[in-house]
């Protein structure tokens, strides 16, 4: 972006030597305020807040300062008090040379809100410099038949001081043939010339000694003395004359030491030695004599030294043609230099303001101030930053700029910016300047933690060891410092069964999460709780993600036997015909196991038989089933172990035992257990054994009749008899042995009913059947057909 005064509308423009007032309130100039020059150090020159209007508190909390493109701070600024003090003695004519007035320029800087105030210090002279003569001796020679009232100039004496302090008028030592006069020349310098009163005899006197004295307007007046050396000579008729009483000449400024300025010419009518002329600068100032220089023979003017615009404007000097018999003539070199553009502009930073906190709108960054010696369009300039930044450029009083933000500031987006400020004049050709500076951008906490997921998935196997790390969470901070410093924490969680404290715990400063206790799967298989992050900054900003935690299941479940029970009191016997055929179901070991996947999948198998071969166990439902038929020679009594396994890894398994008692179809009575048969006496065994065969042949008929009416009567109501049972498990079964999913071993859906006839005791019979959902129960009276087929089609395990 551009500031300056153009045609073009997209830049925007301004001519440093224009005053421009800012929106900042910039105020009329302060002062002007005055000090004479060789103050001490320390001197009392004004209050500033006074004249501001500020009270003595204002000036400090406002940041009112001093500045100025001195290279030395001459005035100092107590905001105390708002005194404006002396910082170093002044003098000058250091500090103006002979200009006058002689003005310091300065400004006052009020930093919060801004504001900048022009003042000037005008630093008044002294009379503390005496006249001093370039030249202490003067040598004149003057024709004895000079006229009377014909002058001669004389070398005029310097006074560094100014205006009524500088020389005044000049003296002559008293003596009967001249008088001095006092000259004015165009620039205002006092020149000395020299009168004669009185025709000059060179017989008489040839030579005279004068004193001339130069007195300044001082109080009391200084004064410096020179001698004046007069040599009265033959008669010289004609004087030189130059071809031009004023030479005014230009010249640039650039122009290399040794250019030609000009030639001054004069002319003499007299004849011999009196014709012959010489050139040479009449009276002229040091600096003269350190820049120009004159050839006595050609009258040619040349450079010595570079001239510089900004230093010297114009040169004034008189040339002196003299003759050989000492008459002299003279004219004026009226040389003016031509300002060219050969000084870049220059940039001075007052104030610089950072880092800048961030979405701050309307900040001031900087405040400088341009300059160009140079004149006209040379010192004209124009001021402007980079078009991509969020900064804006603002004119403020005369030469001040002010630099400001012009949107709010992202640090996340950018926390540095390079500011390249860039000042070209109009000059030809155009010199610029780059001056830049370095903006930081400071952070505020505008930004919450974020996490990496919005939610986790988390996995850890049951029983494991306490305080296992079984995961991480983790939330970053596009802030810095202690705005990005992140801590994590577990959030409360409502409607827990299990206080959450005692399940996991976090790592504030990392995230990683911690299991406190061992956990169980059967018990608790998922858990979910919300994890909160927050900043340090003031205040704290937070976020907070959704953790879930599996429970991965391991084999410690061993198989659950629910039938039969092997905790009864009276083991129960299976009552098998000896008619069944082969593939007759005996009975089903249920089983359940608390894992869950492959550690419940259960396999059965018959792990010891009474009789091998004579019955099998299904692999995967448990059913025992005959595996051929069945003869009077098979033992009445078998006793069946089945072990149940889980395919966990490794696996783990239980066994049962069964009790199955060989029956001529259901007359045949209860028979005791194998254990209590054992305590029998052995002697009585075969008697009793005729008696139950007796017996059971003679009421085999009136028995199978007799149970025909009962399991008829028993079908009809429903199977309400329920007295004599075998001892089944009834109600719910332990939770932790229960899939709640729906995928465990012994499906809900799968029953079995025991019909029973009789009473209790010895004399009871049972057998199972299966009952298929929504299906009314079978009756033992129906014969059950099971052909050979069965055998081959489902795989039996055969002990």
């Not at 929106?23 to 000090?35: I, Q």
């Not at 139950?692 to 429903?718: D, E, I, K, T």
Request: net charge negative.
């Amino acid at each position: 972006m551009e500031i300056g005064w153009m045609h073009n509308p997209r830049q925007r423009q301004v001519l440093v030597f224009f005053v421009l007032l800012s929106m900042y309130g910039a105020s009329a100039e302060l002062g002007p305020y005055s000090v004479v020059e060789e103050t001490e150090r320390g001197s009392f020159v004004a209050n500033v807040g006074k004249d501001l209007g500020l009270g003595l508190t204002e000036m400090s909390t406002r940041g009112a300062r001093i500045i100025s493109q001195w290279n030395k701070e001459h005035l100092q600024l107590k905001v105390q008090t708002g005194d404006l003090l002396i910082n170093d003695k002044l003098d000058r004519e250091k500090l103006c040379g002979p200009s006058e007035p002689c003005i310091l320029h300065f400004q006052v800087l009020m930093e919060k809100p801004l504001e900048i105030f022009q003042a000037e210090l005008r630093v008044k002279d002294i009379n503390d410099h005496s006249p001093v003569f370039t030249e202490r001796e003067m040598f004149l020679k003057i024709p004895e038949n000079s006229p009377i009232g014909i002058s001669f100039p004389l070398s005029n004496a310097l006074d560094l001081d100014v205006g009524s302090n500088n020389v005044q008028n000049y003296k002559i030592s008293p003596n009967s043939h001249f008088r001095v006069l006092t000259q004015n020349r165009s620039d205002g310098r006092k020149y000395p010339e020299l009168v004669l009163d009185k025709e000059l005899d060179r017989e008489e006197e040839p030579e005279i000694s004068l004193t001339l004295t130069a007195l300044d307007g001082g109080s009391p007046p200084r004064y410096g003395t020179a001698q004046v050396r007069i040599e009265v000579v033959d008669t010289n008729d004609n004087a030189p004359e130059f071809e031009q009483s004023l030479y005014k000449v230009h010249i640039p400024e650039d122009s290399p030491v040794g250019s030609l300025v000009v030639t001054v010419s004069a002319s003499d009518v007299d004849s011999g030695v009196y014709g012959k002329i010489s050139y040479a600068f009449f009276q002229p100032s040091e600096d003269i004599s350190k820049t120009l220089e004159v050839n006595p023979m050609t009258g040619e003017i040349r450079l010595r030294k570079k001239v510089d615009f900004e230093t010297v404007l114009s040169y004034e000097v008189d040339i002196k043609a003299t003759d050989g018999g000492g008459l002299s003539g003279k004219c004026t070199l009226l040389l003016q230099v031509v300002d060219v553009n050969d000084n870049p502009p220059e940039v001075t930073v007052s104030a610089l303001t950072t880092p800048i906190p961030e979405n701050s709108p309307d900040i001031v960054v900087a405040v400088f101030s341009v300059s160009d010696p140079d004149s006209g369009d040379n010192g004209k300039t124009i001021s402007s930053i980079q078009d991509d930044l969020p900064f804006l450029l603002k004119p403020s009083v005369k030469n001040f700029y002010t630099l400001v933000t012009q949107k709010t500031l992202d640090r996340e987006e950018r926390a540095e910016y390079n500011i390249t400020i860039t000042v070209t004049d109009m000059g030809t050709p155009r010199l610029k300047t780059e001056h830049n500076i370095t903006v930081l951008v400071s952070d505020v906490n505008d930004n919450a933690p974020a996490f990496t997921q919005t939610s986790y998935t988390l996995s850890v196997r049951e029983n494991n060891s306490p305080a296992l790390h079984i995961g991480s969470v983790r939330a970053t901070d596009r802030d810095e410092g202690a705005n990005a410093q992140v801590t994590y924490s577990l959030l409360p969680t409502l409607d827990a069964h299990v206080p959450l404290a005692s399940l996991v715990s976090i790592n504030p400063d990392n995230g990683h999460l911690f299991a406190l206790r061992s956990l169980d799967y059967e018990a608790l298989r998922a858990f979910e709780f919300r994890v909160g992050a927050a900043d340090r900054g003031s205040p704290a900003l937070s976020s907070q993600a959704l953790v879930r935690v599996l429970v991965v299941d391991d084999n410690d479940n061993a198989p659950f036997v629910l039938y039969p029970l092997q905790n009864a009191s009276a083991p129960c016997t299976e009552l098998v015909p000896r008619a069944a055929e082969a593939g007759y179901l005996v009975t089903k070991v249920v089983a359940v196991d608390g894992d869950s996947g492959q550690n419940a999948w259960l396999s059965y198998q018959l792990l010891k038989a009474t009789e091998p071969g004579l019955f099998g166990v299904w692999a995967h439902n448990g059913e025992v089933r005959t595996a051929r038929l069945l003869s009077e020679r098979d033992a009445a009594k078998h006793r069946l172990v089945v072990l149940v396994k889980d395919n966990g890894e490794p696996p783990l398994s239980a066994s049962v035992t069964l009790h199955v008692l060989l029956v001529d179809g259901f007359s045949q009575p209860y028979m005791p257990a194998p254990e209590a048969e054992a305590a029998d006496a052995a002697p009585t065994a075969p008697l009793t054994a005729y008696l139950v065969v007796a017996l059971a042949s003679v009421s085999s008929l009136f028995l199978f009749s007799v149970l025909a009416f009962v399991a008829v009567r028993l079908c009809r109501s429903g199977g309400a008899a329920s007295v004599g049972r075998c001892s089944v498990p009834e109600g719910p079964f332990p939770g932790h042995l229960v899939d709640v999913s729906g995928t465990g071993t012994l499906s809900q859906s799968y029953q079995y009913e025991v019909c029973l006839t009789g009473g209790s005791g010895s004399n009871e019979f049972k057998f199972l059947k299966p009952i298929l959902p929504n299906l009314p129960p079978q009756c033992p009276g129906k014969e059950i057909e099971e052909n050979r087929t069965f055998y081959n089609t489902f795989g039996f395990n055969i002990q």
